[in-house]
């Protein structure tokens, strides 16, 4: 069974950028996809960009089209969330997740603990 572990999480002042880093272990099969998802004090988890196994295929939540990036790195088991011009509401747990793909949290089936960003005003 596959193991996630989120990393690069921080504090970052409103406009500045951080990575992401999702590091796999185990088995996965080629047809799933790695999701980002992220879930703010009080509201819903919401889903933020996913990734086929390929690379080729991405998709990304309306809140952060244009600012963030989701890449991954088979060689390295690795997926990325670049994150560039940060907002406060982007603050907010993040998780990885690997499952069927889509934006709904219910399509990923193995999840990592989190990893906290707080962006600054």
């Known amino acids: 069974q596959v193991q996630l572990v989120e990393s690069g999480g921080g504090l970052v002042q409103a406009g500045g950028s951080l990575r992401l880093s999702c590091a796999a272990s185990g088995h996965t099969s080629s047809s799933y996809f790695t999701g980002w998802f992220r879930q703010a004090p009080g509201k819903e988890r919401e889903f933020v960009a996913a990734i086929s196994m390929s690379g080729y295929t991405t998709s990304y939540g309306d809140s952060v089209k244009g600012r963030f990036t989701i890449s991954r790195s088979n060689a390295k088991n690795t997926v990325y969330l670049q994150m560039n011009s940060l907002k406060p509401e982007d603050t907010a747990v993040y998780y990885c997740?690997?499952?069927?793909?889509?934006?709904?949290?219910?399509?990923?089936?193995?999840w990592g603990q989190g990893t906290q960003v707080t962006v600054s005003s």
């Open positions: 997740a690997v499952g069927r793909g889509g934006y709904g949290d219910t399509e990923y089936d193995t």
